[in-house]
């Protein structure tokens, strides 16, 4: 039995004084001048994207690794140059964990049986190199229970056996979600508060509990959904709170107030008002074309923000 994930992310999140996640979410087309020119005479245009995207994450990572204590890797940012991108992925997980970062695979599967014990495998599971090093995977990742709570199953058992987390999507930041996740059922529930109940005893079982009192089974809820946010804590009080959209997506600090127990138990997550802060005026009035200094100021800032809010500034 390995370590808990919740209790290594709770560590984690207590050394660097930050409730905070880096999305990495890699689109060339938003990479500094400066990475892209680098690398435009590559053989291809593939080879070019990948090159760049590969030196410009192991330089984000870098910068904000004495900052935070995880990044999210969303998948299909590389999956889309196929096999050299999932090798990308990989290897960038890798560098990420040799600087003492939690990673976080955004994946969002979700598969019945043997289809779901094949994405639990590839994408947590360790796996032998064959030159007796341990290829890295993500610390945890996140699934759609959307086909039945059964298919988290395959991933349940290897986050018991590996120490590994999960996030399961409960209430999602996109516009379009309230169509489908604040729909009342009835029970008088919406289909998120209804996911969330049945999520509960899962995330309460023993094998998946810490020592600090939250479960290695999390949850995703978007930040920009504060409405739902205290209803589905209420019944989700294991689970830490994975909260994508602030910045961007228009989801601020206090927003994310009421997915806070005391303090903890919560962490907020931003990409692009991250990623791409050397295109914003804020930034690059400041730091010109230092397009790293524009990473590291928005950390920090955002940091700042959320600490006001939790009141340990």
Request: with cysteine.
């Amino acid at each position: 039995m390995q370590d808990n994930f919740a209790d290594r992310l709770l560590d984690a999140i207590d050394y660097s004084h930050a409730p905070v996640c880096v999305g990495i979410d890699p689109v060339i087309e938003s990479l500094p001048p400066a990475i892209r020119e680098k690398f435009s005479s590559a053989e291809s245009q593939r080879e070019s994207a990948i090159d760049a995207i590969f030196e410009f994450t192991t330089r984000i990572l870098k910068i904000v690794a004495p900052h935070v204590p995880v990044v999210k890797f969303q998948s299909a940012f590389f999956e889309k140059y196929l096999w050299e991108g999932v090798e990308a992925y990989y290897s960038l997980i890798q560098e990420a964990a040799d600087l003492g970062l939690q990673v976080i695979g955004d994946v969002k599967r979700g598969d019945i049986g043997s289809t779901a014990t094949a994405y639990a495998a590839g994408h947590m599971a360790e796996h032998d190199s064959g030159d007796d090093e341990q290829l890295v995977t993500p610390d945890a990742i996140t699934v759609n229970p959307m086909l039945g709570l059964d298919t988290l199953e395959p991933f349940l058992k290897i986050a018991r056996d590996a120490g590994k987390g999960l996030f399961v999507l409960v209430r999602t930041s996109n516009p379009g979600s309230a169509a489908l996740q604040d729909v009342k059922l009835i029970t008088g529930q919406t289909w998120s508060e209804n996911l969330a109940d049945q999520l509960a005893p899962i995330a309460a079982d023993p094998s998946l509990m810490g020592k600090r009192g939250f479960s290695s089974i999390g949850a995703v809820v978007g930040a920009t959904q504060p409405h739902t946010m205290l209803s589905i804590r209420q019944r989700l009080p294991k689970s830490i709170f994975l909260l994508p959209g602030y910045g961007a997506q228009g989801a601020t600090a206090e927003m994310t107030r009421a997915a806070f127990i005391n303090g903890s138990g919560a962490i907020v997550s931003a990409s692009r008002s991250i990623l791409y802060a050397h295109e914003l005026p804020k930034y690059s009035s400041q730091f010109g074309k230092n397009w790293e200094k524009c990473v590291e100021s928005a950390v920090l800032d955002m940091k700042r923000e959320i600490s006001a809010v939790l009141g340990t500034t």
